[in-house]
Every structure is written in structure tokens, then in C-alpha cells.
């Protein structure tokens, strides 16, 4: 059973979500104080550190709502934020193009993210050529094939996108030739899988 004061509490707040009476309403709201912002903060751990929950934990949506926000979802304009192909490819150039002009930063974060410190360290079971291809040099080569083609595919022509630098001779075969910029060229993600190289297929290419 609810109290006196939660349902006249929830009463407020029906009032307030139907537009008709806010605390808040004419009321222009600037940037919260910093002051004002830790004073939140900390009641917000108080409540949780008392054992306090988040107002949703364990509950779940009942299938009519379900069905409302997926109705409302479908009727969303999203054209401000879902982005076309074309507009994916040409922000994931620019940022490429960012990182080759910050060699300081890519050395940075390849240090501070070495090993067990990285997120996705997995306890040391790394195989030594995904060693390799994380490693610095190997990430420089790539990069430094990338600039040189100006991130155009070498077989079909696409630029920008999910590139691969591609060993002309395997990886695997000649090791020595592995950061050599001679035997690099960008491909672009479906040319790379189409090459007689890839994956599997390195066994087949050395029998040849
Ligand atoms: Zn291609």
C-alpha cells in the first residue's frame, strides 16, 4: 500500500508529466553548479550504498507497452541520426587521415595499452602472429600503405571504408617481407576476402 505522501508525491508527478503545473515551467536552466552536480552525486551513492536500486531492476516492460514503443520507434524521424553509407565511409576516412597526422598519439596509446593493460587482454593466450599484427611496427606498415594508396582500393577503386593492407606475398611464407611497403597494397574489405591469399587459402596459394 502506498502512504499518504507517496500518492499525493505521484499525483505531483502526473500533474507535472501532463504539462499542466512544473516547478520547473518559464524557468530558463542554465548549466547545474558544480557544486550542485557532486551534491546529487553523492546522494545518489548514499542511496545506493544503503542499499538502494535503480526503478527498473527486475521489472520488465509488459507487451502492450512493448508494443507502444516499438509503434512509437518505427514512427520516429530518424534522419538526424541515422547516416547513409556514404556519410559512414567519409567519417571513417577523416578519421583515419587524423591518425596519420598524430604519429605522437599513436605511440601514446600503443604503450599505455601494451598487454595486460589494454582492454581486451586476454590473459596472454595471444598467438604470435596476432602478436605481430598488433604489433606497433606491423600497425605502422599498415597505416604507412594505407597513406601511400590515399585509402583507394587497389583492385576496385573504392576509397575509404573498411580497408585491409594486403600482403602481395603472404605473411606466413615470407616473414621477412611482412613490413616491406613494397609487398603492401590497400584492398578494399571485400577485395581482401576475394584474394587468393586469404584465410584458408594461403595452403592452396603455396602449392601453386
Ligand atoms: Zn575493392
Not at 512509437?72 to 576516412?93: I, P
Request: glycine share 10%; hydrophobic share 30%.
Amino acid at each position: 500500500m502506498k502512504s499518504e505522501r507517496q500518492r499525493l508525491h505521484l499525483e505531483k508527478l502526473a500533474e507535472m508529466k501532463r504539462g499542466k503545473s512544473s516547478p520547473l515551467k518559464g524557468r530558463i536552466m542554465g548549466p547545474m553548479s558544480k557544486e550542485n552536480r557532486l551534491k546529487i552525486s553523492e546522494g545518489r551513492k548514499r542511496y545506493f550504498a544503503n542499499g538502494g536500486v535503480g526503478p527498473r531492476l527486475g521489472k520488465k516492460h509488459s507487451e502492450i507497452t512493448k508494443e507502444k514503443m516499438s509503434q512509437k520507434a518505427l514512427q520516429r524521424d530518424k534522419s538526424s541520426y541515422v547516416k547513409s553509407n556514404e556519410t559512414k565511409a567519409k567519417m571513417s576516412l577523416s578519421k583515419q587521415q587524423w591518425w596519420m597526422i598524430h604519429p605522437e598519439m599513436r605511440m601514446t596509446l600503443s604503450i599505455k595499452y601494451q598487454g595486460d593493460k589494454g582492454s581486451n587482454w586476454q590473459g596472454g593466450k595471444t598467438l604470435e602472429t596476432i602478436k605481430i599484427r598488433n604489433s606497433f611496427a606491423y600497425k605502422e606498415w599498415k597505416r604507412a600503405i594505407l597513406q601511400r594508396d590515399n585509402f583507394i582500393c587497389q583492385i576496385c577503386g573504392t576509397r575509404g571504408g573498411r580497408l585491409a593492407a594486403d600482403h602481395i606475398k603472404p605473411f606466413s611464407l615470407f616473414p621477412e617481407l611482412r613490413t616491406e611497403l613494397t609487398n603492401g597494397r590497400t584492398l578494399c574489405w571485400g577485395c581482401h576476402q576475394n584474394t587468393n591469399t586469404f584465410g584458408g587459402r594461403i595452403n592452396s596459394y603455396a602449392q601453386t
